[in-house]
């Protein structure tokens, strides 16, 4: 049997080992490709977010998370980002703020948008699982160019929450 020491011991050991940490799997390629994504084509995604929600609410996109190595040649073409992610989660807004009710919720709520893509969490089509809203926080973790004919699912989810929550 093993000490109460040497247990305790062992267990300051592990937790003194730093702890591995994985290569960033974002390449040159990759890296390019959003920086040119992000100054040609997103402010208009941007734009048109914060015009459905009908004032500016600040967008926080994590760029690292939604490159996915070897997709760099697609980043500027419609499918990838915004035809699964920005035009439906701009479409879902639009419709909560289709009136001065929605448009007054979502300005008192809605303090920030983030988006994201955890390839561990984020479904390919059940997009109100991904979906959270709390803090005043809307969390968007959806997989960029997959099953783009599903964006009327998409804004149905955004839709669902938010009508929840507000």
């Not at 960033?24 to 997103?42: C, F, K, N, S, V």
């Not at 926080?60 to 040649?73: F, M, N, R, Y």
């Not at 709390?134 to 160019?145: A, E, I, K």
Request: proline share 5%; glycine share 4%; no cysteine.
């Amino acid at each position: 049997m093993i000490s109460r020491r040497y247990a305790l011991a062992a267990a300051l050991a592990l937790l003194s080992v730093p702890a591995a940490r994985a290569e960033p799997t974002i390449g040159l390629a990759e890296r390019r490709a959003i920086a040119a994504y992000r100054q040609d084509r997103y402010p208009t995604q941007e734009k048109a977010i914060q015009e459905a929600a009908g004032f500016a609410v600040p967008v926080e996109v994590a760029w690292d998370d939604l490159t996915i190595p070897g997709d760099a040649k697609y980043y500027s073409e419609p499918d990838y980002f915004e035809k699964t992610i920005f035009e439906p989660l701009a479409d879902g807004l639009k419709e909560v703020a289709k009136d001065k009710m929605g448009r007054e919720a979502l300005s008192a709520k809605l303090k920030t948008i983030r988006i994201r893509f955890d390839e561990n969490t984020a479904p390919t089509s059940n997009y109100s699982k991904r979906l959270t809203f709390n803090g005043g926080v809307l969390d968007v973790n959806w997989r960029p160019f997959t099953n783009v004919a599903d964006s009327k699912d998409r804004v149905e989810a955004v839709v669902k929450l938010l009508e929840k929550n507000l």
